[in-house]
Every structure is written in C-alpha cells, then in structure tokens.
C-alpha cells in the first residue's frame, strides 16, 4: 500500500506547465478566421436610450454588429432574479451597461469603431448611496428598492433592553474592492444554429455560464458546451460574472458565423465587472457590568448595485455570520440588499461575511470599553462553546475550544508583553504610535443551508487504459490548488502513488454538474465526493477479484486494465448527501447553517506614522482550527494570500465612484498593498478532523478573507486612542480622526 499522503506538501500537479509557460490561457487559444468582440457601454447612470449613432469614417459593413433585437432566446442572465439583460435596449441601470456589441477581424479598427458609437441618451436621476436606496429618493427597482432581506431571530430581545446594566451601539462601514485576479476576463465562442454553442474561458462555474446560456440562446442542454481554460484567478469576480461576457461572444460567433474572442482589458474589466458588495452596519447590544451580552439588535445592509446577482446569496452569509463566533441568549439581525445604479456587485471571496464580521469584531471592542474590561476576557466570558448555539439556532458539535485558540494565538504573537511595551512607547513617541489587535471568528464551510441539498453535487472517477484514474468534477483550478488536493485525495483512498491520478479538464460535455467552485466547498464537500467515487473504483475492482486487499500502485494498474478489457469502462459516480442531523429551515431561516465551521484567531501588530497618517502591519499571526491539513503548504498558502488581500481591503484598496462610475480603474491608481508593504504573515494551524471531511479536512478559502481587518482596524485603536469604523482606512481618514480626537470614520 502506498504510504500517507494526506498532510504531505507534494508538488504542484499543475505547477511544471504554468512556471514553464505551457499552460494555455482563453488569449493563447486562436481557431480559423476568428474575430475580436468588443462590448460597447451606456456612458451614463440611468437613462432611456432614444437612438445610435456610427461615426463617419469606419467600414460598417465589415462589421458584425448585435444588439438586443438578435438575441435568439431571452434577454436576461439565467442566475437567481433573472433581472439583468445581455444588452440594454429600452433603460440603462449603471454605467458601463452593455448596449451593442462588435466584431471585426482587427482589433485595433475594433476600438477605433467602438469608440465611433454614440448613444442618445435621456437621463434619469439616479442613487448612488445606501441610505438614498432606503429613503427611496428614487426607485430604481421592484417597489422599494430592495432585493433581498433576511430576519434572524433568537430568544427575545426586546425584553431584555432593561435589564442591561448597559446599551451600547455603533455604526460600521466598509467599501467596495476589486477582486483583481492576474488574468482579465476573457471567453472565445464558437456558435450556430446547426450545432449550438461552445465557449472556452477564464471561469470558477463551467455549469453556470451553461444554465445562463441555455436561457439567452434557448437550445436544449446539450446543444451548450462550456470549457474551462487555465485560469489566472477568480476571488469571486469569475463566479458569475463569465455568463455575461461567454454570452456576448456567443452572440456576436451566432450573428457572424465565425469563432469570436473577447478579451477585457485591465480598465474596462474594472470599471464594468462586478466588486465586494460596500457595507453598513448597526448594532446595539445590552450587557451586564459582568460583561455578559444579553442581545444584540443588528442591522445589516449591503449595496448590490444596478441588478440582483448573487446579492441575496452575499447577504445571507453576512447575516448569518454577523453575531460572529459568541453565545448571545437573545439576538435580531435585520439585513437587505438594497439597489443603486452603481455596476452591480457580485462575488468576492468571503461573500459577505468579511463586512458583518468586521462590524462585530470593531464593535465588541466598544462593548469592551463601555463595560471597563479587555477586549480579550469579554470574548472569553462569551465565546461559544460544545452544546451552545448560533444565532440560527444551530447546536456546536464539534469540540472546538475558543478560550485555548485565543490563548494560543496570543502567545504566539506575544501580545501581552508587546501591549505593555507599546504603552510605554506610545507615551514618549512623538513621531509615530503602536498597537496590537485581535479578532475571533468563523467562517460556515459549504453552500448556507439547504444549499448543498439543492446542488446535489456529483463526482465521477473512472479508470483509463493506462491504467490511471482520471477524477470528473466540474470544480476548476483557479490557482488555489485545487488538482492537488483532488489528486492527493484520490490518491490517498486509494493507496496508489500520486503521478497515477489525472483531473479532467472541466468541460460540460464530459464532467458531471459537481457544483460551483465558491463558498469554502471545493475540499471539504467535492473533495470528499473525490474521495467516494475514488472508493466505488477500489470496491469494484476488489469485489471482482481482480485485486486484492494488499496492492502496489502497478497491481491497481494492472487491475484497471483487466476490468477494462474484460467488462469496458470502469466508473464510479458519488452524490452529495448531507451529514446526519443536518437540518435548515428556509422559512424560519434556523437551523444547521453550514455542516461545520472552520475557528480563528488573527493578531495584527501596527504602526501609525504621526506625519503621515499611514498605518502599516509590522506583524500578523494568523491561527485557525480547519480540520485536517491536506496539504501544508498550499493551506498556508491560501491563508497568506487572504490576509494579504484583507490587508488591502483594510488599509489601501479605495474604489473611487464618480456618478456610479468607477474612476480609478487602472493598477496605477487603484492602490493595493505590494510585498514592501505586507507584514511577515506567520501561518498556524489547530487540527480537529470533521468527520465528513476527506480525511477531516474543512474549507479554508474564505476564512482570512474575514479576520484582518478587524484585528488591524482594533490594532489601531489600540495605537492612537480613537475608534475608527469604516475600511478602507486611508490617511486622510486618519488624520481627520486624529487631528479632532474623536471617530469621524
């Protein structure tokens, strides 16, 4: 049998083709007589559009030009609400919307043309802000404005306000940012009536730009074919966002006939594509002199911009997430996505749980002070603990111990000695303040709910005729790592050496429907469907005699080829079930939220530079119980890059919006953090193995998405003595909190 590989840093099964360049992108692939695809955009907000005109001077006729009256099937992007066209043919809703597009066999005459189309446009007034979207200074959708709201409650809050020794609130805000993956979104189409429609591109859900091509062509299921290209990262901003533009190549290949490619540039796929919903959050929560909480009243809102997309999915887990990781007898959280003619907001990595996550953690500091106790032994008084409940009503199984990660966490970043030294700092510096901050959370691995249930997920492997076992999952590589893992999985169930397991490319035509690559799923739920299936191979092989319960890579091999040429293909296909006990309320919205949560601890050591007023991380010690680590490296990977992204959402990243418009859109003004500006990130990890797990691992993507922010954010407060509650925190916020003593953020 082949050793141990679970918990092994293998090599990367994708690595050798991408550092060596031989992996091929949407933009290296090129087919017979193909043409560029350009999108031409609304130049305005919100508006009617009366008329186009095309400048003097261009070859129209070359052209192959769609608008909304050639869409063969329906104008709208199968996803959730269904309320968003391909192309805008009456009204505009935000900037950059998609009016006509173009195709020509030069690109550079393409932009020349696109930039030739002008629109006459009536303009309508239009909101850009929260609290202009409640007050209904225009209703720009459905009757209020609102798509989505969610109502959590647990115990009865509205008896318990007298008792509390204290009333404390506070108001919390976060902005938008930019998913900014290395490759920009790109798709090529290749489209007909006779034999349908296949697209290749840059995705994280192959099935998804499926379902959406369906409905905007309307041909049967299998008349659409998606592939998944290599892919330069997502961070969400590829999870829905391919639809749209797999769908305008499409149209343009379906009207000219010939193969199309479309291939954003940095600043229109800034400007147009989707961002991390913008935040604001209220709380006031009832506490004993004991620090005690008693309730919390939270209200949670997010901007979803011009349409629905995943807005009701983004909201629910910020909802569900908002009490964070604490025992509140009596809790209320009101939430809604509101509309605004901003673009619309769509995935990002933590998916809402980085803005309610945030607000808590900032506000239980407050709590902290209001009360005359350390922010640390008031989340020790209150932390969940085994037989305890979330605000959704969901008992905690697991053995996690909150107390023991927060101590741990500490002294690995030596907290308390460095919170004294930094005291004794402080009162002399004159030129620049430290500080030292924490956060505790969680973050629900797997779809919310019934999501799993509803997805039904299906893994298929099956042996090939060299032997080796190729796994058939939809999930996509998008630089997280995710072949490796699959291959170490399948490799470790079945006791063979790694080099013996390939992944298929994802491809609609030949990979069953496994689920979206989001949500902290990939590992945790699909790969123990890798796992299952892998297992149904070895039971097939061993039940037929033709392997034995002892075997070396070579005897599964020869195994496979025997029942190959004995019986034909080999396969085994694994559907997701849900774990014993797991049982959600949509209605109620209680119930077992996610199958199990992954637990943190984040600590942030900063300094703020009193000429300047910029704040930079000096140190961060990122500790989380995630199960069992399949592979060391890669899961440390992926805690590095999220914190190193939350950095920039705390600190740097500033969407600048100009009438709904996106302004700085380019890497030269869209500030994010580089390596001369991250802190050493030092990576633990507690291990608790979940049972329905593959080999006990949990989901880890989205988790440091959600702690840095406010552990720098408190570590900062800890340095300068005011409160600040809005990221990103820029200098100029800052120096106005500074300069007036008090929190204007």
Not at 387 to 406: C, F, K, N, Y
Not at 449 to 463: K, R
Request: glycine share 10%; net charge negative; proline share 6%.
């Amino acid at each position: 049998m082949q050793k141990q590989l679970i918990g092994q840093p293998i090599l990367r099964k994708e690595g050798l083709e991408k550092v060596t360049g031989r992996a091929r992108y949407v933009d290296d692939l090129t087919f017979p007589e193909m043409l560029h695809g350009v999108t031409v955009r609304s130049p305005i907000a919100r508006g009617r559009i009366l008329g186009i005109s095309f400048g003097d001077g261009i070859p129209w006729h070359e052209f192959t030009i769609v608008t909304a009256k050639d869409i063969p099937g329906a104008n709208c992007v199968a996803l959730i609400l269904e309320d968003q066209p391909y192309l805008a043919s009456e009204v505009i809703n935000h900037p950059e919307e998609p009016i006509l597009l173009l195709a020509h066999a030069d690109k550079y005459l393409l932009e020349e043309a696109r930039r030739a189309i002008k629109f006459d446009i009536e303009p309508l007034p239009a909101i850009f802000s929260i609290e202009d979207s409640l007050q209904k200074t225009e209703v720009i959708w459905g009757e209020d404005n609102v798509f989505k709201k969610f109502l959590i409650e647990k115990g009865n809050v509205d008896a318990v306000w007298s008792q509390a020794d204290f009333i404390v609130e506070g108001e919390y805000e976060t902005g938008a940012q930019e998913q900014l993956y290395i490759e920009t979104n790109g798709m090529i189409a290749i489209a007909n009536p006779a034999e349908g429609v296949t697209v290749w591109g840059s995705m994280q859900c192959p099935y998804y730009v499926h379902k959406a091509l369906i409905k905007l062509f309307g041909l049967e299921p299998k008349k659409i074919r998606v592939v998944q290209a290599t892919t330069g990262g997502g961070f969400g901003g590829k999870e829905e966002y391919p639809s749209i533009i797999a769908g305008h190549a499409a149209l343009l290949a379906w009207k000219s006939g010939k193969p199309v490619k479309m291939i954003y540039d940095r600043a229109e796929d800034m400007a147009a594509t989707t961002k991390r919903h913008p935040s604001r959050t209220r709380i006031r929560t009832a506490v004993t002199k004991e620090g005690k909480l008693l309730a919390a009243e939270v209200d949670f809102t997010i901007d979803g911009g011009a349409y629905a997309t995943l807005s009701s999915v983004v909201l629910s887990r910020g909802t569900i997430h908002a009490a964070g990781p604490y025992n509140w007898p009596n809790v209320r959280v009101h939430s809604r996505a509101v509309a605004t003619n901003h673009p619309p907001h769509g995935a990002f990595r933590g998916f809402g749980a980085p803005q309610s996550i945030f607000a808590m953690e900032r506000h239980l500091n407050k709590v902290a002070q209001t009360v005359g106790v350390s922010p640390e032994e008031l989340r020790r008084r209150n932390f969940l603990k085994p037989g305890e409940t979330t605000s959704t009503g969901q008992v905690i199984h697991e053995r996690i111990d909150l107390d023991a990660l927060l101590t741990r966490a500490l002294t690995l970043s030596n907290y308390h000695a460095k919170k004294q030294r930094f005291a004794e700092f402080n009162a002399e510096s004159a030129t620049e303040k430290k500080g030292i901050g924490f956060a505790t959370f969680m973050h629900g691995a797997g779809f919310t709910g019934s999501g799993e249930v509803y997805l039904a997920s299906v893994v298929g492997a099956e042996a090939t005729e060299t032997g080796k076992v190729r796994v058939l999952t939809s999930n996509t590589e998008i630089g997280q790592g995710s072949l490796t893992i699959f291959s170490q999985i399948a490799a470790n169930a079945l006791g063979i050496d790694v080099s013996q397991i390939e992944i298929a490319q994802p491809d609609t035509a030949n990979v069953p429907n496994s689920g979206p690559t989001v949500a902290s799923r990939t590992t945790m739920i699909v790969g123990k469907l890798v796992e299952s299936a892998a297992l149904g191979l070895k039971q097939t092989l061993v039940g037929s005699g033709l392997l034995g319960e002892t075997y070396s890579t070579e005897d599964f091999a020869a195994a496979c080829r025997a029942h190959l040429t004995k019986h034909g293909e080999l396969k085994s296909f694994s559907k997701y079930e849900p774990p014993p006990g797991v049982h959600w309320d949509d209605e109620k919205y209680q119930g077992e939220a996610y199958g199990t949560y992954a637990w943190a601890v984040y600590v942030a050591e900063v300094t703020v530079d009193l000429a300047t007023y910029e704040a930079r991380v000096d140190d961060f010690v990122a500790l989380q119980e995630v199960g069992k680590v399949i592979h060391p490296v890669l899961a440390a990977g992926q805690i590095e890059g999220g914190v190193a992204q939350a950095i920039g959402y705390a600190l740097y990243e500033n969407v600048v919006w100009q009438n709904g418009r996106m302004i700085n859109n380019q890497m030269t003004n869209y500030i994010m953090p580089t390596s001369a500006d991250l802190p050493p990130i030092r990576v633990y990890f507690e291990e608790l193995p979940y049972a329905f797990g593959p080999s006990g691992a949990k989901g880890i993507g989205e988790l440091p998405m959600d702690g840095p922010a406010p552990a720098i954010l408190n570590a900062i407060e800890d340095a300068i003595g005011s409160p600040v509650n809005r990221i990103p925190l820029l200098p100029e916020t800052l120096m106005k909190v500074m300069t007036a003593g008090v929190a204007n953020g």
